[in-house]
């Protein structure tokens, strides 16, 4: 019989012994410049889901042209260039963050100062093209709105604005007084539902007139690289799921926002853990045989084209092995 999907204990398991194994065989989580090629690659697929939860329409490989060449390849209007690029920025200055603990300049893991600064970092190319067509000059990129939001699809509303300050205030107090719960993962609630309580209540909060999707999962990635943990990427096709979560979430349930964030980040660590424990002809994910020659569009476009030896799962996954990309390498040259 085929096996179902794993229950939401057994993901959140998964993630506690990925957790583990990272910090025993590898001492953590390695700095941008220890894996320099799996950051890149992370930092390439975030800001093209990210944006594209927002419906951005560059493709994956015009993500990477853009933010690696500055170079803008397709038709697409200069609005969404401008999209990839702030996030890009902004997601970069966050991985930043990766280097070592305590390395910030701020009495807790995140400060009101950095909520603004990383909307500020994501926001402004785009607003130089593309303002918000409502926003006053005092809601610019950076700062709180001066307008009411109107109810989410689920029914629940935004505070009035005035009171935004206040509430990001409270938030930041929340997170900062809950570090050592976050860092030890020890509490009555699973620790991806406690993530999921603090990345919700950014949302529900919305302190900025445009922009807060962006900022709240760059957020949220800011608090797990101080912490030691891989960012999380929300895939675009998980779209549908993500919002159905988030509604779940304004009712109280974290469960189903705690599920899908734990899924992926295990997928995240499983690209700095696979690499350093798979032997040269064990089946893995494309993503975890990125390197400096080769990112993981690369590695898709051969397996497509059957220059790379891999198998295209059931699940959508393509998997090959470190022996076939090895000798994929030595045969490029002559094909």
């Known amino acids: 019989m085929p096996r179902g999907r794993p229950s939401r204990a ?28 799996i950051w890149s690659d992370i930092w390439h697929l975030e800001a093209h889901h990210s944006t594209a939860l927002e419906g951005n329409t560059l493709v994956l490989r015009e993500v990477e042209t ?30 930043s963050q990766a ?28 607003w130089e093209v593309a ?39 409270e938030w930041v107090a929340f997170i900062n007084s809950h570090s050592d719960m976050l860092r030890s993962r020890e509490d009555s609630k699973p620790w991806p539902e406690r993530l999921a309580e603090v990345h919700n209540r950014f949302e ?4 900025f007139i445009d922009g807060n999707g962006r900022a709240g999962r760059l957020l949220l990635n800011l608090l797990l ?36 964030l ?11 853990i696979v690499p350093n424990v798979a032997g040269p002809a064990r089946l893995v994910p494309l ?17 497509r084209r059957g220059r790379l030896d891999a198998v295209h799962g059931p699940d959508g996954e393509w998997r090959s092995s470190r022996k076939a990309v090895d000798e994929y390498k030595k045969s490029r040259g002559r094909i």
């Open 204 to 207: 529900q909060v919305h302190p």
């Open 225 to 260: 690289v101080r912490l030691g943990y891989p960012p999380v990427i929300v895939l675009k096709k998980q779209r549908p799921a993500y919002l159905k979560a988030m509604q779940r979430a304004d009712d109280g349930d974290h469960g189903p926002l705690g599920e899908l």
């Open 131 to 169: 303002p918000h067509p409502e926003a006053t000059p005092a809601e610019s990129p950076g700062n709180f709105r001066e307008h009411d939001i109107h109810a989410f699809d689920g029914g629940m509303t935004p505070p009035p604005w005035p009171l935004v300050p206040a509430e990001v205030d």
């Open 99 to 126: 280097l070592e603990p305590g390395d910030w300049k701020t009495d807790g893991l995140i400060s009101v100062y950095e909520v603004r600064q990383v909307h500020h970092r994501a926001m402004s190319p785009v």
């Open 10 to 37: 057994t993901v959140y398991q998964r993630l506690e012994n990925a957790i583990e194994e990272l910090n025993e065989r590898l001492g953590g989580l390695p700095s941008p410049k220890e894996a320099e090629f």
């Open 66 to 95: 853009l933010l690696e060449k500055g170079r803008a390849v397709g038709a697409k209007p200069l609005k969404e260039y401008m999209e990839v690029q702030g996030y890009g920025v902004a997601a970069q200055w966050v991985y």
């Open 262 to 272: 734990a899924r992926a980040m295990y997928d995240n660590l499983n690209r700095f």
């Open 287 to 303: 993503s975890a045989l990125v390197d400096k020659e080769l990112s993981l569009v690369a590695l898709r476009h051969a397996a």
